[in-house]
């Protein structure tokens, strides 16, 4: 028996070990594909940037370093006189910022100089890189890494070394960040371990974090109109308990935009904090999914589930990257994402607009450099395996904008009424006629961004867009009318590099049409942190509440997946 037991420990020991030396080996055959040289030319300068002749077919990805290399001395053999090297240096290391058919654009991010058309590039040629183990338990992948990626010049171990490449390693993933900490390429060690054959079934468990059961001692959350409640003081703390609320989960990352959508019968959270996204199943247990990048490289501002059509599931992302608006279209495979569009010069919204908890409607609006949102909207719709475009048939206010809006019946008249923030008010608008407009005490979303509206001119001009919190609609009541439900905060907004803000107070704020007018109200108690996600769903509110943590310089980066029953 104790034999059996030996020899069945000792099979289970060498699985192991065969998953984490298959994971590796298949980890370095994809870094060297990544990693590959790729040679070029400069065509031309236009404006900051440069045009290369490199694209995507050459597995050329946005964000990607080409450096430009000065041959030095020559090294000549002291006996046979032979010309064997010489002492090459990078003068100047070029970005990929943005891909066309045939070509990329391209800045300068090392180097004072002036390239010529015809300079040469060389993708990660010569460049400095550091390795960074956060676990301290990847002492040997370094030399794997170093096999994959030959051409790099390692310069030290420290997360303080100054490199262009940054290989971060920790028990979950390897991530590549360039030298101003974007984040390149991320390889997840579970996908890896996962995917790796092995010589009999393993049942491999799902991430699970932080799950909670729903405490059916929570206080009740029925909607009280024109009276607020009393304010509840939480301290900070990487646990936290919220006694009003039910706490479904939380996980460690400040989140910056969130969304909520039901597919195939299961509530689906898309977090991020600006860098990454996250996927949570929220019904079991705050289960996540995936964890991915967008494809352009840049600011997450906000994030928006798309369904078309049924077992279609598409998430928009609203990216700020190398000084403009970008947007991605990712389809969801079930456990990650595939590219469809990327790097799209405009922004994207998807809409409930029948309100059955699936977003059909795909909106999107110009970039404009003065006013951010820009005066033409459009619908999308998928025409094979890209975007097609077409005239909204409906009436849109003047000033509206995409993010932050609701689309869908709150009066009761069987037509979608436009519900939008702006500059901190509610606007409710129905059949092209203003019904409504808050007090400025809506929104406040911490995700947003500061910059110069023409960087060309000698005299800056500053301005600070907002990507607000969308509105949801449900019936709180029962009475068969849908109540707006939005985010109510007491607090300002801090303009600096990017944008955030000082929440005094959050809280759900409702809307109810009733008679001609529109009665207010609050659903819950009120936090003392942003909320920056809700939906209404089996008869909760649900919500993103977060911590600022490290965007206001100190402080823990959490977010917490809270709700509050409706009825």
């Known amino acids: 028996m104790m034999m059996r037991r030996l020899l069945k420990t000792l099979t289970l020991l060498l699985i192991g070990l065969s998953w984490t030396v298959t994971a590796w080996a298949s980890l370095t055959e994809q870094l060297r594909l990544d990693f590959s040289p790729v040679d070029g030319y400069v065509v031309m300068a236009t404006g900051t940037e440069y045009i290369l002749d490199v694209d995507s077919s050459q597995g050329v990805s946005t964000g990607d370093l080409f450096s430009v290399v000065t041959t030095g ?36 991010v090392r180097g ?12 990660f040629d010569g460049l400095d890189a550091a390795f960074v183990d956060q676990s301290n338990d990847n002492s040997d992948l370094l030399s794997q890494i170093k096999d994959a990626v030959p051409s790099l010049q390692w310069q030290g171990n420290s997360a303080s070394t100054q490199a262009d490449l940054v290989f ?13 900490g974007q984040l390149l390429r991320s390889y997840s060690r579970m996908a890896q371990v996962v995917s790796a054959p092995v010589s009999q079934a393993v049942n491999v468990a799902p991430v699970v974090v932080a799950p909670t059961a729903i405490s059916p001692a ?3 959350g029925a909607v009280h109109y024109q009276s607020r409640q009393s304010v509840t003081n939480f301290s900070t703390g990487l646990n936290m308990e919220f006694p009003r609320f039910n706490k479904i989960g939380q996980y460690s990352d400040t989140t910056k935009t969130a969304d909520f959508e039901t ?50 599931l598409y998430l928009v992302v609203n990216v700020w990257g190398d000084d403009r608006l970008e947007s991605d279209l990712l389809r969801w495979t079930g456990n990650g994402f595939t590219v469809v ?36 909207v459009r619908e999308a719709i998928m025409n094979g395996e890209e975007l097609d475009y077409r005239d909204v048939t409906f009436e849109l206010p003047r000033n ?31 059949a092209g006629q203003q019904i409504y407009k808050s007090n400025k005490e809506v929104g406040a979303s911490i995700s947003g961004v500061t910059y110069d509206v023409d960087p060309a001119a000698q005299n800056p001009m500053i301005t600070t867009a907002v990507c607000e919190v969308a509105p949801v609609a449900a019936d709180l009541d029962g009475d068969g009318r849908k109540e707006i439900v939005a985010i109510g905060a007491e607090g300002s907004l801090l303009q600096s590099a990017g944008v955030t803000s000082t929440i005094n107070q959050s809280w759900l704020a409702v809307f109810k049409y009733q008679d001609g007018m529109m009665l207010k109200g609050t659903l819950g108690d009120k936090l003392e ?32 997946v809270l709700a509050v029953p409706v009825k």
């Open 73 to 108: 001395e020559k090294i000549v053999h002291p006996v046979t006189g032979a010309v064997i090297g010489s002492l090459d240096t990078v003068s100047a290391v070029l970005q990929v910022t943005r891909i066309k058919t045939g070509y990329s654009y391209a800045t300068l």
């Open 112 to 123: 004072d100089v002036v390239l010529e058309p015809g300079t040469a590039i060389h993708r």
């Open 168 to 180: 971060q390693v920790d028990a979950a993933s390897v991530q590549v960040r360039d030298g101003k």
């Open 218 to 220: 929570a206080a009740p």
């Open 263 to 312: 597919s195939a019968g299961t509530l689906l959270l898309a977090a991020s904090d600006g860098s990454n996204i996250k996927v949570f199943d929220i019904a079991n247990g705050m289960t996540q999914l995936a964890q991915a990048d967008s494809a352009t490289m840049g600011q997450i501002l906000s994030v928006s589930w798309w369904q078309p059509a049924e077992a279609q």
């Open 341 to 376: 569009e990327k790097g799209m010069g405009k922004m994207f919204a998807a809409f409930d607009v029948n309100n059955d908890g699936c977003s059909e409607l795909l909106l999107t609006q110009d970039f404009n450099r003065e006013t951010f949102y820009g005066n033409r």
């Open 400 to 430: 509206f904008r995409i993010i932050g809006a609701l689309i869908t019946d709150v009066t009761g008249d069987q037509q979608p009424e436009v519900s939008y923030i702006r500059n901190r008010r509610l606007y409710v608008y129905s």
């Open 529 to 560: 942190r942003p909320i920056q996600g809700i939906t209404v769903a089996d008869g909760q509110a649900i919500m993103v509440a977060t911590e600022l943590g490290s965007l206001l310089g100190g402080g823990q980066d959490s977010s917490y």
